[in-house]
């Protein structure tokens, strides 16, 4: 079996890459490193399956030989990414999901769609069914994101309807493990990264709005089993446990064991209030549920953010 993987080199893209490697498959990973990057394949590059081809996703993409998948993850994905390149958001969503679903219909491949749980806005309902539309703001500044993956779901629909692309999609709920970049942005690499070199903990809100936070390996595990299904429609695939973020703060800092104070921000236009996701789709048609808790999943996390920013000093 052989596999694109766009946005390979990022988070989740390279353990993905692991994970079907690991399986057998035999890997292409194209990237055009503007969020991602090349160390976190780099302990593959002597792998007989795997490749590395540096491509941008919106440009139409020449790859040799047969894929049996190509699996679209590439996208800024975090708040200060996507807000920094709001029309590459856009575009890797619009013409580099047509360039992606392209390359699979002509390799007769499946198509596999990384969408998220942004798709539900700040929703209305808790937790979200993938039967909610959503509540979506499509000209604040996170839309450029939202939409962008919006869009990506209808056309992945259009193209499974009007040329049989047999395609999935995967709405990813807050994710978190070893590789997220350190000025990644988001709520846990932000509080272990402060928290590491004793700076203030910064908090949006007043840190009662919830998230759910899911480990990398039960993700990809859920998404090899849906990759693996005859399901078209979206599944969420997320940890149902909930927790507001000041909790969330806190139990980074006592993990961290430091002593600096939490500080409260102005909340972001448009930033949910809830975000917890309903997997009884994912349960009964995968046979998924996560199994790896919050707190085994920061200990492991909190070891490579420790290691990660040890290095960078000693590096300066």
């Not at 859920?222 to 139990?251: C, D, M, Q, W």
């Amino acid at each position: 079996m052989r596999a694109l993987i766009t946005g390979g080199s990022g988070f989740l893209g390279s353990h993905l890459c692991d994970n079907l490697i690991e399986k057998g498959w035999h890997v292409i990973c194209a990237d055009n490193l503007s969020t991602g990057a090349e160390s976190n394949v780099a302990h593959l590059a002597g792998n007989p399956r795997f490749r590395f081809s540096r491509q941008d996703v919106t440009q139409p993409m020449e790859i040799d030989g047969p894929l049996d998948a190509v699996l679209h993850f590439a996208s800024p994905a975090s708040p200060p990414d996507y807000l920094r390149l709001p029309i590459e958001t856009m575009m890797v969503g619009s013409a580099g999901t047509r360039n992606a679903l392209e390359l699979a219909l002509h390799k007769k491949a499946k198509f596999f769609l990384a969408s998220t749980s942004e798709c539900y806005g700040d929703p209305e309902i808790s937790p979200q069914p993938e039967s909610y539309w959503g509540h979506v703001n499509p000209i604040g500044p996170r839309g450029v994101y939202d939409e962008a993956k919006r869009f990506s779901e209808a056309l992945t629909m259009a193209y499974h309807r009007k040329h049989h692309v047999d395609t999935r999609i995967v709405r990813i709920f807050n994710t978190y493990g070893p590789r997220m970049r350190l000025n990644d942005g988001r709520a846990l690499p932000n509080f272990l990264y402060q928290a590491l070199v004793g700076q203030p903990i910064t908090v949006y809100g007043d840190g009662s709005q919830t998230r759910s936070f899911c480990y990398v390996s039960d993700l990809i595990e859920g998404i090899y089993r849906l990759l693996e299904s005859g399901e078209h429609e979206p599944v969420n695939i997320g940890n149902p446990r909930e927790i507001t973020i000041k909790e969330f703060a806190e139990k980074v800092r006592d993990l961290v064991g430091a002593k600096v104070p939490i500080e409260y921000h102005p909340l972001p236009q448009d930033d949910p209030k809830q975000r917890c996701p309903d997997i009884t789709k994912a349960k009964r048609l995968l046979g998924w549920e996560p199994k790896v808790n919050l707190e085994e999943g920061l200990k492991l996390t909190y070891e490579y953010f420790r290691d990660t920013v040890a290095e960078t000093t000693r590096n300066k």
